[in-house]
């Protein structure tokens, strides 16, 4: 029996894991190695990384400095969740079952990225997600939008606060209406309604462009994605009877991080409008905080 389960082993979950090894909780995160993080091949936002870090680097790192205060790690994915009494049980992919009387949710976001060649390398270094996180690497560059539908004609109008340079590119979204065509072309953005074979790498890999599928290449110095449809990894909410929003994002007390649900937190992505690496560290610790003052209230008592 754990005293904390942490469902997550990206971000939030390892800043929670490495708060509550430090209180010398008995601990154990369940990772099914598959985040967002998994894929970014650098953050460039982050303090003290000025020349960026792989969401590789920061997940390793973070697992070894939690491990050093105790905290267990086990590689599984966990495919349901329910309570008996004051326990929660988990089922793993694996067929083990897990218990605690407290858990973190930190099961993240998972981009919808269509299985185009070349691009998962790109992610981070050439080819970017994120504006607020990565807007800049674009400053004054070509770019190219690879998107689905309004997603990335809204995103290409968010881009022009760093770029005018911008080609958009409709891989496999619905034609836009007359009134978003109007504006891009307002604002010198080219539109392109063609499925993407490819995309084009120099050496590194570095992004340099794309391969439309009627043959046609298309050169650039970046590229953002933005396909739209997102997946909220909240299914394990839902069947603990934990809140969730419509856009199946999980709302939380602002100073605890516990859900409406007694003794579930949650923290990272999955939560309210916090897709950045900085907040999901923050988060993972603030939920870290309560669930510490939990354990030891009901040790008081």
């Not at 082993?9 to 090894?21: E, F, M, W, Y």
């Not at 072309?185 to 790498?201: A, F, K, M, N, T």
């Not at 007390?253 to 859900?259: A, E, F, G, Y």
């Amino acid at each position: 029996m754990y005293e904390c389960i942490i469902i997550g082993g990206g971000i939030a979950g390892l800043q929670a894991a490495i708060q509550l090894g430090r209180y010398h909780h008995r601990v154990l995160v369940i990772d099914a190695n598959n985040g967002r993080s998994t894929l970014c091949r650098a953050y460039h936002n982050l303090l003290g990384w000025p020349d960026g870090v792989s969401g590789e680097t920061l997940r390793a790192l973070g697992r070894k400095q939690a491990e050093r205060f105790g905290v267990h790690f086990v590689d599984d994915e966990v495919t349901a969740a329910e309570k008996k009494g004051e326990r929660f049980v988990l089922f793993g992919q694996s067929g083990k079952t897990y218990e605690s009387k407290r858990l973190l949710l930190a099961t993240g976001v998972k981009d919808r990225i269509p299985p185009i060649p070349n691009l998962i390398p790109c992610l981070g270094t050439s080819v970017y997600v994120c504006p607020d996180c990565d807007g800049y690497e674009v400053t004054n560059k070509k770019v190219i939008i690879l998107g689905a539908g309004v997603a990335g004609a809204s995103m290409a109008m968010t881009l022009l606060y760093w770029t005018k340079d911008i080609i958009y590119v409709n891989h496999d979204g619905e034609e836009l209406s007359e009134k978003w065509r109007k504006q891009l072309s307002e604002q010198g953005i080219r539109y392109i309604r063609d499925p993407i074979e490819s995309v084009l790498v120099e050496e590194g890999p570095m992004f340099c462009g794309i391969r439309l599928q009627n043959g046609t290449e298309i050169f650039g110095e970046r590229g953002f994605i933005a396909f739209g449809h997102n997946k909220v990894n909240t299914e394990l909410a839902k069947q603990l009877g934990v809140e969730r929003l419509e856009n199946k994002h999980i709302p939380t007390n602002p100073r605890t991080k516990q859900t409406n649900v007694a003794n579930i937190w949650a923290a990272g992505d999955i939560g309210v409008h916090s897709e950045q690496v900085t907040i999901a560290m923050g988060e993972g610790a603030q939920a870290a905080i309560w669930i510490h003052k939990s354990i030891v209230n009901e040790q008081g008592n």
